[in-house]
C-alpha cells in the first residue's frame, strides 16, 4: 500500500500545475480526496490497534505485578513491541497525508 502512495506522491512532484485544465484540476483533487480519505481510514484502523495493544500490554503487566509469572513479563514487553510497530507505521502514513495535504493546497490555489 505505501510502495502505491509513493508512486502516487511522485506523479503529483512531476504533475505540472501550470498546464492543468480546470476539469483536470477537478479530477485530480476528487482523486486526492478519496486517497486521503482511504489513508485517514487506515489511520484509526491503527489507533484501534495501537489502543488495544497498549491496553493489554498494561493488563498483561498489572497481572505480572500481582502473580510473579514471568509469562505475562514476556506478553507484556511482546504487546509493547506490537504497539511501538504500530506507532511507527501510524507515523508512516500520517507523513504521507501530510505530503497529500500540501498537494491539496497547491490544487486548490489554481
Not at 507515523?91 to 491539496?104: A, H, N, P, Q, W
Request: hydrophobic share 50%; charged share 25%; net charge negative.
Amino acid at each position: 500500500m505505501e510502495k502505491r502512495f509513493r508512486e502516487y506522491l511522485k506523479h503529483f512532484e512531476k504533475l505540472d500545475y501550470d498546464v492543468l485544465s480546470d476539469e483536470e484540476v477537478q479530477d485530480e483533487k476528487s482523486n486526492l480526496e478519496l486517497k486521503m480519505t482511504v489513508l485517514h481510514q487506515e489511520l484509526v484502523r491503527l489507533l484501534i490497534v495501537i489502543m488495544g495493544c497498549f491496553l493489554s500490554a498494561s493488563v498483561f503487566l498489572a497481572t505480572a505485578f500481582v502473580t510473579g509469572s514471568i509469562f505475562n513479563y514476556v506478553c507484556a514487553v511482546i504487546m509493547s513491541a506490537v504497539s511501538i510497530y504500530t506507532i511507527s507505521r501510524y507515523f508512516e502514513i500520517f507523513s504521507i497525508i501530510k505530503k497529500l495535504d500540501g498537494f491539496v493546497d497547491k490544487l486548490t490555489m489554481l
